[in-house]
DNA sequence: GTCTATAACGAGATAGAC
DNA sequence: GTCTATCTCGTTATAGAC
């Protein structure tokens, strides 16, 4: 890992845990063993790198996506695994770094702003077209547009995992979750 | 409206839309008219303002609830008004203030804690009356525990209005929240 | 590409007069 | 209860040597 990926990292789990506005330069230098002068010379400003961040940050999800899909598994079986992924971010005191971005929205620079809106999208379209597939093999159900379903279910996937934070109760969030799931796997 | 009054007023809109560590003392003092210095007066620290402004919080939800309950509602009315409340928010070009504190919980003074759980723990429990009287009337419909329900309902709430804000389409939080009413509307 | 040094500003907080 | 003045520290960012 290159110095420009080290410090993409450090700063990615910092905003996950603290937020953007919760972090700065010096604590970022520190991890990554730089000093904070030599940070600007990859990221000129902290918008810039906050762009970065949420690039890097949707490309790692679309290969998360991206591995699901190359598993060939069956539509429950996907959907389980998305929310595995929002489940290993809490485990490691971490929410989704969108989902954190988002409540800072009205402080961020405009710059971040369509790539924040687009991993939503994306992330929606993605598990739309999970639950349009498990409703045509007759797997999952779901009555409305899968469309709809999806992105709330994405809502409640960011809002468990800011709920669960507070309460420091990640068997709440496993329970949501298997409400989620079992609201797709059964007629309904 | 005196003076410390004013001050967690606008504190609380300051939080809602920036987050405890987007907004400065300064940008408090600016808009009720008064100095930095004279802001210490009446809340020595910014964790104490923090503090009141949870438990101001807290309050103000429970006059909601208190009142949704005086009106006598059927429990699925009850669950609309519910919605409502973070609609209207929404509306403001805000979020639910505890769910932006959720978020920043690593951040925050430990004093704040525990009243941020509070808040969560009681907005749950609210709901779960609400389920509960619905299912034993006949005119909700969930299955499994009604506190699990609640707790879901809940965060799709937190993370609807979250995902609502980065794309700035309210429409879809009325989607999200359709699908949510009409899960306990009908047999499932 | 990293460093030292420093600028320029804003943060939370305090002292003491009125 | 509010003010002016000030402190101390942390913030992002820049200049220029190595």
Redesign the interface.
Known sequence: MDTKEHILASAQRLVQ???F??FSYADVAEEVGIRKASLHHHFASKADLGVALIESYAAQFDDALAHIDASGSKPLDKLKAYVAIYRSTLES?R?CM??????????LDVGM?PK??R???RNTEWLAQVLTEGKAGGTLFL??AAA??A??A??????????C????DLD?FD??T???I??FS???
Do not use: P, W, Y
């Open positions: 845990q603290r937020g506005n919760g005191d929410i969108c989902g954190m971005l988002a409540t800072e929205v009205l402080t702003l924040l809106a991993f939503f999208a009555e409305g709809d379903h992105r709330a994405v809502s409640t996937l960011q809002g468990a995992s800011l709920v934070r507070s309460t420091g709440a329970r949501t298997a409400l989620l079992n609201g059964r007629k309904g």
